[in-house]
């Protein structure tokens, strides 16, 4: 049976119908590449995360927070316990080869007897540790190397020039058990020295003893802390005298040392989280099949597993899921705005084909063959909105997604969503046709019916849904947070587009015209005021787009400035390092007497006076109590001026206002400095509701207690913990701790002093902070770089969101503009046999095309002022709408920018351009008789 023509031609009749299949692809392309967007840009973020992770791995970061795993033992290599283990560790995936490095750790073992490894010659002595590692000349940077090398040692370069001894020559290497002070038992045989040839010498870090890292690696710097102590300077690491494993080894047994042996491994560049979680899984499970019982004797020799492996990638998984949540809750919002845009384009060609939808009706085509040939003809625009959606997508996340490769499996889910999203459009498409055709083909009737108030009913679901974000509870925002901006633009739209025709067409003038250049703005007004519920939807569309546009702009100004703010209370600093305290800067500090000396007389000592390194400055911390409350709160004492420059303070006007209340707690102290001595502790009170300014408290520690006076209160600051905390001077909270004064040598009794922390905050990059304190020969026993402490997942979440809203926002404005246009060019249509009498009667094309501006110049303006209003309404609930942690400090900001003012304009002025154009070539079509006798 042939197939009717009326079936074969609707795949192809879209595109006959003046750019209708074009405006219906447009709106389906937006929801489709909504759609397909969300598993790549999931995919590619959780990637992301892992590098970003990684690549804030400062180079001095402990084997515990990096991407590498050490087997450590007091076996050998050979031994076959280890053998095993070392090949579990091989097969783990996603780890480079192992290497092994071992050092000496005789004097912590037998801490009880004097044990201090030398390496001599010639009479001279120099303290230092037997290491061993696989391969010395690829491992080191070699200053000067012996030709055939192989079986000796290599010495830092330091050692070599004060022992005067160069590649090719020997050295002994003993481990000595007796000295001036600690003189050998009687009858006890010498200590056992072994001779060994110098195979090289090698260049040593910055400071002066660990071995410089060779060129592209962290091999050395990442052990910093790592690395043994010298047995007579604790602060100091030793020099290390290094063999190939074999001949360290020999060299151990002969002098009766003994070595901790580790195995090491790192994890591949580039891999997917996807990868880096199965190797995750595998460090996890060496680590159970170590812990497992063995034969192993307990204690500091038995085998263990040291790696920041699993915490890494949990970070950067934790990040992925905070990124999917947020994903998937926008691709679907731009999904379904893309939708309700095809919708509207539909209900826009429904109303221009009433004529022959009403005809159809009449020959029989009823609703369910009307439906199936709309689906027939909205086919082809759905057809290419999935390849074009999957192919949009791919190059977006290409040019402003995260860096990666999209994996097949991301793809894979991105042809489906497109594909499901797609088909909705085609059933929206069925089911306005089905509903048109049931409208046309009712019959007429004298009496009007009453049209349904749709304007007010949009206003009141918009007026819900802004009730519900105002009473939601929810420490982050849902999809009814999501859409509440969006339902506020299209209802506002909708109500100034009524209002304003209310208005309009009572003030319209009745008389004509008495110019011609008058003529075109009378006869816009005219059009306008007669343009109905289409005319309104238009506005509603574009009010719409342009809503969520400046919306959008101004939300994402908000949560880069929230993230930078966060971030710094979350760090403090771009980088910290925790020191044992400002006395080791000074090499004879003052010391805190015992509790002896205390007792007998002995006075405390001043502390010397310290200055930071440039651009540091000293921050203590401790935990206190508050008389008249429970629970504990941090403390931090600082120096006020120094600490403004060296802390990080974000973006906002919060974290500004907040930074000059040290301004504030510099003029108390002054004035209590004034006094003589210190009546109150000034302090600026940051989360605490017990401590409001004015209020004095009596707050104390392990030793000490002190009065305190509440200066100002803040509700963040930079290196806020969990616990509410006080800010104060350091130089007046510690004349208050006596003998517990941190700033003083510890004393040489074991009674444990006050315990506060000691750090130096940086404006600098960690590695330069630590550089600087290993020239001071200043142990560090922590580092923070805020590029890894900053990383949270709503931050994260918050800030990879930004893109993808910025992108939605643009689908939301694309599909506005869609609907805009499809208005203009019906309303062109509709008019071209008005027009050509108009024409005829000496109204002239200028005429016209000024009818068209004005028309158009209403619709956009009173869109911009729906768009303003919106923003205005919204402004209020901002955190509650975009904030994706209400509960985090410093709140958010929502405020209107002028750059945020200036993109929503250009938006408007290109739709604006756009509408007329298309307006201009939808009357082009025909000469003036030939559009009267086909339209007139």
Excluded: C
């Excluded at 003189?183 to 003893?209: C, F, I, L, N, W």
């Excluded at 915490?311 to 947020?326: G, H, I």
């Amino acid at each position: 049976m042939a197939l009717s023509p009326v079936w074969r031609r609707a795949p192809a009749r879209a595109w006959r119908r003046g750019g209708a299949g074009a405006l219906l692809l447009l709106a389906l392309l937006a929801a489709t590449t909504s759609a397909a967007s969300a598993s790549m840009f999931v995919q590619l973020s959780g990637d992301d995360a892992l590098q970003t992770v990684r690549d804030g791995i400062p180079d001095t970061a402990r084997t515990a927070d990096s991407d590498e795993i050490r087997l450590i033992s007091g076996a050998a290599p050979d031994d076959e316990l280890m053998r095993f283990r070392s090949e579990s560790l091989k097969r783990i995936p996603g780890l480079t080869s192992p290497t092994t490095i071992a050092f000496s750790v005789a004097p912590e073992l037998r801490w009880q007897s004097f044990l201090r490894p030398v390496v001599r010659h010639d009479g001279v002595e120099i303290r230092a540790r037997l290491a061993a590692v696989d391969d010395p000349a690829a491992s080191l940077v070699p200053v000067a190397a012996s030709e055939g090398a192989g079986d000796g040692v290599w010495l830092p370069q330091p050692v070599a020039e004060q022992l005067g001894v160069q590649p090719g020559g020997t050295v002994e290497l003993v481990v000595l058990t007796r000295d001036a002070l600690h003189p050998a038992p009687k009858d006890a045989p010498p200590d056992p020295v072994a001779t060994v040839a110098v195979d090289g010498v090698y260049e040593v870090g910055a400071d002066g003893r660990r071995p410089a890292d060779p060129p592209g690696t962290t091999a050395w710097s990442r052990r910093v802390g790592g690395i043994p102590t010298d047995t007579e300077y604790s602060t100091q690491s030793s020099y290390l005298i290094l063999g190939d494993v074999a001949t360290a080894t020999a060299l151990a047994a002969t002098t009766e040392d003994q070595l901790m042996w580790t195995q090491e491994s790192a994890m591949l560049p580039g891999l997917t989280l996807d990868q880096a979680q199965q190797t995750a899984a595998g460090v996890a499970d060496l680590r159970d099949q170590v812990k497992a019982p063995s034969d192993e004797p307990a204690g500091p020799l038995r085998t263990g597993v040291v790696s920041g492996i699993e915490t890494m990638v949990s970070t950067a998984s934790s990040l992925r899921e905070a990124t999917r949540d947020r994903t998937a809750l926008l691709a679907a919002a731009g999904a379904a705005t893309g939708l309700l845009s095809a919708m509207a384009v539909l209900v826009l060609l429904a109303t221009d084909r009433r004529a022959e939808l009403r005809h159809g009706a009449a020959i029989g085509l009823g609703p369910l063959r009307t439906a199936g040939l709309w689906v027939l003809e909205t086919l082809l625009p759905a057809a290419l909105a999935v390849v074009g959606g999957v192919l949009l997508a791919r190059a977006a996340m290409a040019a402003l997604g995260p860096d990666g490769i999209v994996q097949p499996s991301a793809m894979e889910s991105a042809w489906s969503a497109a594909s499901v999203v797609s088909a909705i459009g085609l059933v929206l498409a069925a089911i306005v046709a089905a509903t048109a055709v049931l409208v046309a083909d009712r019959p007429e009737s004298s009496d009007r019916k009453r049209s349904v108030p749709w304007v007010w009913l949009l206003a009141a679901v918009a007026a819900t849904a802004l009730l519900a974000a105002a009473t939601s509870k929810a420490s982050t925002p849902g999809a009814v947070a999501l859409l509440t901006p969006a339902l506020v633009a299209l209802a506002l739209g909708a109500v100034v587009a009524t209002v304003a025709l209310a208005v309009a067409r009572r003030t319209r003038p009745s008389s004509l015209p008495r110019s011609s250049r008058s003529a075109g703005r009378w006869l816009g007004w005219r059009r306008t005021t007669g343009g109905g519920a289409s005319a309104v939807l238009a506005v509603a569309a574009l009010s719409l787009g342009l809503g969520m546009v400046l919306v959008t702009a101004t939300a994402v100004a908000g949560t880069r400035t929230a993230i930078a703010d966060r971030t710094a209370v979350r760090t403090g600093a771009v980088a910290t390092a925790e020191v044992p305290g400002t006395w080791a800067f000074v090499e004879d500090p003052p010391k805190t007497p015992t509790a002896a000396q205390v007792a007998k007389g002995k006075r405390v000592p001043k502390p010397a006076i310290v200055p930071p390194p440039e651009g540091t400055t000293f921050v203590f911390r401790t935990l206190v109590s508050m008389d008249g409350d429970f629970g504990y709160r941090d403390v931090m004492a600082v120096d006020p001026e120094a600490f403004a420059a060296a802390a990080s303070w974000g973006d906002g006007q919060q974290m500004q206002d907040i930074r000059a209340q040290l301004y504030a707690l510099e003029a108390a102290a002054d004035e209590e400095r004034a006094a003589g001595q210190a009546d109150m502790v000034p302090v600026i009170a940051v989360n605490d509701s017990a401590a409001t300014p004015g209020k004095s408290r009596l707050i104390s520690g392990q030793g000490w207690s002190a009065p305190m006076r509440v200066v100002s209160s803040a509700t963040a600051f930079p290196g806020l913990r969990d616990l509410p905390m006080l800010v104060t001077t350091a130089d007046i909270l510690f004349g208050y701790f006596g003998r517990e004064d941190p700033r003083l040598a510890p004393p040489d009794d074991a009674i444990p002093r006050a315990y506060v922390e000691t750090w130096l905050w940086s404006a600098e990059p960690v590695d330069g902070l630590v550089s600087t304190l290993q020239q001071a020969d200043v142990p560090v026993l922590q580092t923070t770089a805020q590029t890894v402490l900053g990383v949270d997942p709503e931050l994260d979440a918050a800030d990879r969101s930004t893109g993808y809203l910025i992108a939605l926002a643009a689908f939301v404005a694309l599909t506005s503009v869609v609907v805009l246009v499809e208005q203009a060019r019906r309303s062109a249509r509709r008019a071209r046999a008005a027009d050509a009498m108009l024409v005829r009667v000496g109204l002239g094309r200028s005429g016209l095309r000024a009818a068209r501006r004005w028309e158009l110049m209403w619709a956009v303006s009173a869109a911009l002022v729906a768009a303003v209003i919106t923003v205005v309404v919204v402004s209020p609930l901002g955190a509650s709408l975009f904030d994706l942690d209400r509960a985090a400090r410093p709140a958010f900001e929502f405020r209107v920018t002028w750059q945020s003012l200036a993109i929503t304009a250009a938006t408007a002025v290109v739709a604006f351009v756009l509408a007329l154009w298309a307006a201009e070539r939808g009357s082009r079509r025909s000469t003036a008789e030939e559009v009267v006798l086909r339209d007139g």
